[in-house]
């Protein structure tokens, strides 16, 4: 129980037991009166559970980010985890890091959002973010670091209606065309055939793909993990590549193939010899490809540099000869040659000790599980296959995705539960968007209209002969 004691000036100050035999203050007051009543107060909230401590009130978002938010928040897959570090790091410590958490109110979380909007940012982007930061909040008044969420309420820019890119049949050929090889071109007819994400795709391993009990002509993919491209600061044992043992639905499912792709995709394992635990579209296998297809070009010496190329004239007013070191570190000259002179001087210091140490591997880590990097695709394989295609339009890989589900719900013959069950959608309202992007236009209720108001006419029509017909003398 609290009590009051008396101050040297006079004044009286409250302490409340916050635990057996231990006191805090409850403030400092000119009555004794007072201070009873304040100490009376907080010993309420503190039976009640509603007492919020001063001293973690006055953390500062980003140290409560740093020492509790991230470290003790368990129970999320790593991708998200690095949403979250993204978001911090780029969006939200810039702007609210160095304010203690009982002085954010949703007039700041308000000027946050107005301030990303002026950035540029997509209303998307901004609700994301701002579901990060709700996140932080909630878990705070959780931790009895803040009284109330000042997220809460605070809305964000109205979005647009989320429109789903899917490409149409005839564009498929167009897109394989222009793949480095059939490894690719399989991986990509796969994905369309099943509708995949990228990390479930490419952890896909020979023990995934099964045998069809109740059809011998046929397989299906047992998909039951995901790998994310995690780097060094997420993954246990340093390295780039994490499988996570459930996918981003959190539900295993059996995404059934065709006879045709059945037999492809057996051809295709048996030809590369894939075992059990082997990759079915590894980053080796895929690299090698795209080097066949792509061969390095022959290599050039300085020997084979024109004599006649004018000198490069430096800032400083000297001239230096190209193909050498000296007008590319002094003259800035960035020409085959001159790039070619500094290689060779690098390599030549490299061999007698004389260059930089090594650099150590990036938080990007090292990729020894031979998982393909989803940004090497797009820019090797992915772009240049679009390119190539004559797209007049962005063209994703996950636009794959969509267009096997786009195309599944155009053909009527998949009801909606089957299709969310093969999608991996935790909620049907996923499932229907692709419902509402067939390409097929209902007019049921066009013609039910014209229906209505042409028996509407009759009647009209009808009712003012009746009236002519009831005049006398007519």
Known sequence: ??????????????LYELRPNVYRSAGTF??????????????????????????????????????????????????????????????????????????????HVRAWVAHLERAGRSPATIRSRKATLSTIFSRAVTDRYLRINPALGVRTPKEPPQRIRALAPADVPRLLSGLPGPVSQLLVEL?????????????????????????????????????????????????????????????????GLSVAMSDRLLDYMGKHRIGAEDLLFPYSR?????????????????????GDLPPVLARNGREYAHG??????????????????????????????????????????????????????????WKPAVVAAGFDRRVVFYDLRHSHATWLANSHTVDIMKLKERMGHRSILTTQRYLSAAEEVDHTAADALESYLATAETRSTARRRRRVRAVPGM
């Open 30 to 107: 000119g009555t004794r009166v007072l201070a009873r009543d304040a100490w009376q107060a907080v010993e309420r909230d503190l039976r009640a559970g509603d007492y919020l401590d001063p001293a973690r009130a006055r953390w500062t978002l980003e140290r409560y980010v740093r020492e509790k938010f991230l470290p003790l928040h368990t129970g999320i897959k790593i991708n998200t985890r690095k949403n979250y570090a993204s978001d911090l790091r780029a969006h939200i410590l810039p702007f609210f890091g160095a304010m203690p958490l009982s002085e954010i109110y949703p007039e």
């Open 191 to 255: 994905d369309l055939h099943t509708g995949l994400r990228w990390g479930e795709l490419t952890e896909m391993r020979g023990r995934d793909v099964r045998e069809d009990d109740a059809d011998a002509l046929r397989v299906y993919l047992d998909v039951q993990r995901a790998v994310v491209d995690a780097g060094t600061e997420y993954t246990l044992d340093g390295t780039r590549f994490h499988v996570e043992s459930t996918t981003k639905g959190g539900f295993d499912r059996r995404v």
């Open 1 to 14: 129980m609290g009590y009051e004691k008396r101050q040297v000036n006079g004044r009286w100050t409250g």
């Open 286 to 306: 895929l690299l090698a490809e795209w080097r066949q297809a792509h061969p390095d070009p022959p290599r050039r010496s300085l020997d084979d540099m024109p």
């Open 324 to 381: 050498t070191s000296k007008a590319y570190d002094t003259a800035g000259c960035r020409c085959d040659w001159c790039r070619l002179a500094k290689t060779v001087q690098r390599a030549a210091r490299r061999a007698q000790g004389r260059d930089r140490p090594a650099r150590e591997h990036s938080r990007r880590g090292k990729n020894v599980t031979d998982h393909c990097p989803d940004d090497w695709f797009r820019d090797r394989v």
